[in-house]
C-alpha cells in the first residue's frame, strides 16, 4: 500500500478562484463595531445562509455558537461586559475561510483591535475520480502540514505526509489508488487549525 499514494506538484489552474479571494482580502474591513456602555452592535457585511458565528475565549472554549440564517448583511448586539476580563475572538466560519475579530474586557470596557483582525483561508479541496486536488492561499506564508492517512480493514496507516512553508499559494494534485480497498483521510494543519477531508 505504501504506492498507494502518487504526489505531483504540478499546479492547479485556480487563477478565478484566487482572483476573487484576493480582491475580498483587499477590501475594507468585513465588520462594523459600536460599542457604548453596556452593549456592542456588531455588523458584518456579506455574510451567508450556513456561516457560524461564534465566541471564543483565550483557552479556545466555545461561550456563544449562531448559525446565520439570512444573506446579506448581519447586525446583533451583544452585551459583552458581562464576560470576565480577557482577551476573546468573535469567529466567523464561512464556507473558505474563517474570520476572527480580537477583543478584550478589562474592567467592563470592550476594547477591539481591528489591526489584529485576520482570515485564515481554508484547504480548497476537489476531488474528482482518484484524484484530489488541494489549493490553499496564506498571506502570512504560513506552514501547512499535509498527512494522508489510508484506513482499511487492517486499520488506518499514515502514507504521506509533507509540510509546505514559504509559499502564499499552495497547490497540490494527489492520486488516490486503493480507494476500492478502503477510504482515505486527509489532514491539513495550518495557522492554528487543523481541516479533516474524507474520501472514499
Known amino acids: 500500500m505504501k504506492n498507494a499514494i502518487k504526489y505531483s506538484k504540478k499546479g492547479i489552474v485556480m487563477v478565478t478562484l484566487f482572483t476573487t479571494l484576493l480582491s ?25 445562509e450556513g456561516n457560524q458565528l461564534s465566541i471564543i475565549d483565550n483557552n479556545g472554549i466555545i461561550l456563544y455558537r449562531e448559525i446565520i440564517e439570512i444573506n446579506g448583511n448581519y447586525n446583533k448586539e ?3 461586559t458581562s464576560l470576565p476580563d480577557g482577551a476573546y475572538i468573535f469567529e466567523l466560519d464561512k464556507d473558505l475561510e474563517i474570520n476572527t475579530i480580537p477583543f478584550t474586557i478589562k474592567s467592563n470596557i470592550v476594547l477591539f483591535e481591528k489591526e489584529k483582525e485576520k482570515t485564515i483561508f481554508k484547504p480548497l479541496i476537489r476531488v474528482k475520480d482518484d484524484m484530489v486536488y488541494v489549493s490553499k492561499l496564506s498571506f502570512n506564508e504560513q506552514p501547512l502540514k499535509i498527512e494522508i492517512y489510508f484506513t482499511g480493514s487492517n486499520g488506518s496507516e499514515l502514507m504521506f505526509t509533507e509540510t509546505i512553508e514559504n509559499t ?21 494543519h495550518g495557522e492554528g487549525r487543523e481541516f479533516i477531508k474524507y474520501v472514499n
Open 24 to 48: 475580498f482580502a483587499n477590501e475594507n474591513s468585513f465588520f462594523n463595531i459600536k460599542n457604548d456602555a453596556k452593549k456592542t452592535a456588531l455588523t458584518l457585511k456579506s455574510v451567508k
Open 78 to 80: 451583544f452585551n459583552l
Open 168 to 188: 502564499k499559494v499552495i497547490e497540490r494534485i494527489f492520486k488516490l489508488d486503493g480507494l476500492k480497498f478502503g477510504s482515505y483521510k486527509l489532514v491539513f
